[in-house]
């Protein structure tokens, strides 16, 4: 029984490592893949047409370095090639990209060096912006430079606008900006609003923390909440007066 035990566990310690050698060559295969999309990609000329090439990776890159457990270093290393390449081609291409598309290259991780030049294009753009649907990230986007105060002066009021116009526009994530940048200036009546109107879980842009309704909710006086909840149903009510 004993040796019985004993067998079985090499027999686990066998599969475990022929588990995490094929693993390690998936990982290694997809890296070889992605290094030879990038070199086929400097042949391309014009850098919109590189980017639709290389812009497709991004997801297939990030997976496989989040699924390594170990022998990591070839994806690694891709994923950086992949990010430096992206970069140069958006450089290249600032001048020829659409407001959406750089509000869409804004917060990637290979354009984080290029956002002081994109943060005012992204503005001009969305000030003068119709807010069709086709701008909803851009609208947001701008909101977020504003209300970061990174590359322009800082402005909640103008952060909030964005947020709203951007949430008229279909963003999924504006509502939840608004909400948690309107608790942030302990504006409880219009954070509420604005949580009321997420669409599931009230989850703002990465850097900034979840918001809760209930929470917010119980701060709040019977009419206040009515008045919330019977403004959140009218699109025309972008922010209730008073605090």
Known sequence: MHFASRYAGFISVAALCLGL??????????????????????????????LAKL???????????????????????????????????IMQSMDKLSPAKLAE?????????????????????????????????????????????????????????????AWLAGDPIAAANNAQLYDSLHDLNNAYLWALRCKGACRPDDAYRPVNPESLRSRLSTAAIRQAEQAALDPTVLALAGR
Not at 23 to 34: E, G, P, V
Not at 36 to 41: D, F, G, L, P, T
Not at 70 to 89: F, H, P, Q, W, Y
């Open 105 to 165: 290259y804004f917060n990637g991780d290979a354009e984080m060096v290029l956002q002081d030049d994109m943060a005012p294009r992204i503005l001009a753009a969305a000030q003068v912006s119709a807010g069709a649907p086709a701008d909803h990230q851009l609208l947001r986007v701008a909101g977020q430079i504003v209300r970061d105060g990174k590359y322009v002066i800082r402005s909640s009021d103008k952060a909030a606008e964005y947020f709203a116009r």
């Open 55 to 89: 812009d497709p990776l991004q997801g297939k890159a990030r997976e496989t370095l989040n699924d390594c457990e170990m022998v990591c270093g070839s994806i690694v290393k891709a994923v950086r090639n992949l990010n430096d390449e992206r970069t140069i081609r």
């Open 21 to 50: 050698t094929a693993c390690s060559d998936r990982t290694t295969d997809t890296a070889k893949q992605i290094n030879r999309e990038i070199e086929a990609s400097k042949s391309i000329s014009d850098p919109i047409a590189a």
